[in-house]
């Protein structure tokens, strides 16, 4: 086992991450390690490096909530993971396991709550600790790289469609198509809902199109909420947004159906203005949904294991993340880039302190 490991750091924010080693740390009682395999970035780290939300992390720290790799090391007293199992160390990394929160299945709204990638470190290095309680338990079949953007990415997405309380054969609109929308329109479809995607970029809505979305709308060249109550005769029994950005929070309350139920998951800094007479009027439901809970983790990691819903992935080695942060500030990742620790491009571009083979043993 190395000592030292290669990790991209968050130093201050709004500033590049920078590649440092740091020790390999040692899990406690109670605590795993796991070595990664893949960690996916999604664009909550970007706003996590960015310091974006009220509640901040603390620089200096490791991103990365899409954490897939294998279990090489237990703290005392742990029995729920055994070393070479394949694990997934997502953004809810634990709760409390006691309020009334967690008693009733919300432990995703656990005031103790600590968070992968932000309050703890997390996925962008070569081994991170996870609580064995909390961590995804990868199913045989699903590799660790597919894997990777389901543990936030499609738990979300899967966890918000189910919130917005839609049934087979209504409307769902999911605004931006990118990690998590790319992810929720499979998810839809799959739940026997007609999808409207709606982005503002072609590429976006062509590429959600190939993945079964039965209506798109370029919220740019058209008004959403307009083209949408004229095809479904109303508006979106549900609607999800996704979309990084304010603008989408408003057309997407206006795209949903009397009735119906507006879910935000992405997460802008800042508000926007809620139209109370249309909201009060049409008994219009807009919800909050942040990730989900460890049962929906197994069930949307099941959805995958059946062919329903699979990750659009492009690998990079840990070394491009500042490039892959740009890209995604900028809209120009097509779905979801993951970072691969098994590519040996990484190897070539970090310090020469590790043995450049990987030899633990996979028995997930
Ligand atoms: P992403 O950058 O991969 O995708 C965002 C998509 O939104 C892109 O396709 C972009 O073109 C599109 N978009 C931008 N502006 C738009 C607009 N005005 N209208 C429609 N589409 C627009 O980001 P991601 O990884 O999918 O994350 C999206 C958001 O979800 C982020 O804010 C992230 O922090 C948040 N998030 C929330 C949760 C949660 O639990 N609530 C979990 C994960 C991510
Ligand atoms: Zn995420
Ligand atoms: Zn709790």
Redesign the pocket.
């Known amino acids: 086992m190395p000592t030292q490991m290669q990790a991209a750091v968050v130093t201050a924010f709004k500033t590049p991450l920078v590649l440092q080693e740091w020790d390999v740390p040692t899990p406690g009682p109670g605590q795993i390690l796991v070595k990664t395999e893949a960690c996916g970035v ?3 780290d ?2 996590a490096a960015n310091g974006d939300w009220p509640l901040k992390p603390t620089p200096p720290f490791i991103p990365g909530h899409e954490a897939i790799g294998i279990v090489v090391g237990l703290g005392a007293g742990v029995t729920r993971v055994r070393e070479g199992d394949r694990v997934g160390v997502p ?1 809810l990394y634990s709760a409390c396991g006691h309020c009334e929160y967690c008693l009733s299945a919300w432990e995703t709204v656990c005031d103790e709550a600590k968070f992968g990638g932000y309050t703890q470190n997390g996925g962008f290095a070569e081994y991170l600790l996870a609580d064995p309680d909390y961590v995804a338990h990868i199913p045989k079949g699903l590799g660790p790289k597919e894997a990777a953007p389901l543990i ?2 499609g738990i ?1 997405t899967y966890k ?1 469609i189910k919130e917005t309380e839609a049934r087979p054969g209504e409307w769902i609109a999911i ?7 790319h992810l929720a329109i499979q998810y839809a479809k799959a739940m026997g809902l007609l999808v409207c995607a ?4 072609d590429g ?1 809505l062509e590429h959600a199109k190939r993945l079964g979305a039965d209506l798109t709308i370029n ?2 060249t058209a008004d959403p909420a307009e083209v949408l109550k004229k095809t479904t005769g109303g508006g979106a029994h549900g609607v999800l947004i ?4 304010l ?2 929070f408003q ?1 997407g309350v206006a795209m949903t159906r009397k009735r119906g139920t507006c879910v ?5 800094p800042g508000g926007f203005p809620l139209d109370i007479f249309n909201l009060v009027a049409g008994a219009v439901t807009v919800r ?4 989900g809970t460890r049962q929906d983790m197994a069930e949307c990691l099941d959805f995958a294991v059946r062919g329903k819903v699979k990750a659009d992935i492009e690998l990079q080695p840990l070394s491009a993340i500042n490039t892959i942060f740009e890209r ?1 500030e900028h ?1 120009d ?1 097509p ?2 880039v993951v970072l691969d620790f098994t590519d040996t491009r990484i190897e070539a571009t970090s310090a020469p302190t590790r043995d450049a083979v990987r030899t633990d043993p996979v028995t997930a």
């Open positions: 999604c664009h909550t970007l706003h953004w936030c990415a979300t918000g605004s931006g198509c990118g990690g998590l929308g709606v982005d503002i970029e976006k919220a740019q996704t979309a990084p950005s603008p989408a057309q935000l998951v992405g997460l802008p909050g949904s942040f990730v995604l809209g990742v779905s979801r």
